[in-house]
T-cell receptor, first 114, second 115 residues
């Protein structure tokens, strides 16, 4: 069975410093992985996705994530945080067969301090 | 192209009342699903559908019913509301099948309070 664990429930950074949001997954086959972002009182927006092509995936707003099979990780990074990045971030694995069924991590709240 | 539309955005119910949360998508997606979001728990799958006439239970189905009579619509019914159903509800849709997992599109959410 697939599962995903976000290692930090809350991350706080200063504006202009790097962002690292950590995600580990468990899957018996090569997974498809997504990162979604949710701004306060909004729906979820796709940041980026990994689907077994390039292991380094670039997304919107300067975010990227690297798929590391040996570490079963899919950490999200950004070189320089912006105030508008403050939001909740979800790491998501898609279940087998590409049926569309998503399994969410618990979420990481990113705080950006001026 | 409206994407995924959920109504209402906010709702307050009394314990024991019933109601239906509406979800509609205009992207001709086969897969639709309902999630509830609670603090510290991410989103948990309530029910899902892989096409018209086909529904199945997710992780937390108790107290909820769904039906899928058309590709576009996937309403979620609360049979007898309980305070434990106070949550934010999200509807999502996506294409299915193929070699590559598809992006899910989410509605704006329904914030439900049961008193």
């Amino acid at each position: 069975a697939q599962s995903v664990t976000q290692l930090d429930s809350h991350v706080s950074v200063s504006e202009g410093t790097p962002v690292l949001l950590r995600c580990n997954y468990s899957s018996s086959y090569s997974p498809s992985l997504f990162w979604y972002v949710q701004h306060p009182n909004k729906g979820l927006q796709l940041l980026l996705k990994y689907t077994s092509a390039a292991t380094l995936v670039k997304g919107i707003n300067g975010f990227e994530a690297e798929f590391k099979k040996s570490e079963t990780s899919f950490h999200l990074t950004k070189p320089s945080a912006h105030m508008s990045d403050a939001a909740e971030y979800f790491c998501v694995v898609v279940t087998s067969g590409n049926t569309g069924k998503l399994i969410f991590g618990q979420g990481t709240t990113l705080q950006v301090k001026p | 192209n409206a994407g995924v539309t959920q109504t209402p955005k906010f709702q307050v119910l009394k314990t024991g009342q019933s109601m239906t949360l509406q979800c509609a998508q205009d992207m001709n997606h086969e897969y639709m699903s309902w999630y509830r979001q609670d603090p510290g728990m991410g989103l948990r799958l309530i029910h899902y559908s892989v096409g018209a006439g086909i529904t199945d239970q997710g992780e937390v189905p108790n107290g909820y019913n769904v039906s899928r009579s058309t590709t576009e619509d996937f309403p979620l019914r609360l049979l007898s509301a309980a305070p434990s159903q106070t949550s934010v509800y999200f509807c999502a849709s996506s294409r299915t099948g193929g070699l590559v997992a598809r992006e899910a599109f989410f509605g704006q959410g329904t914030r439900l309070t049961v008193v």
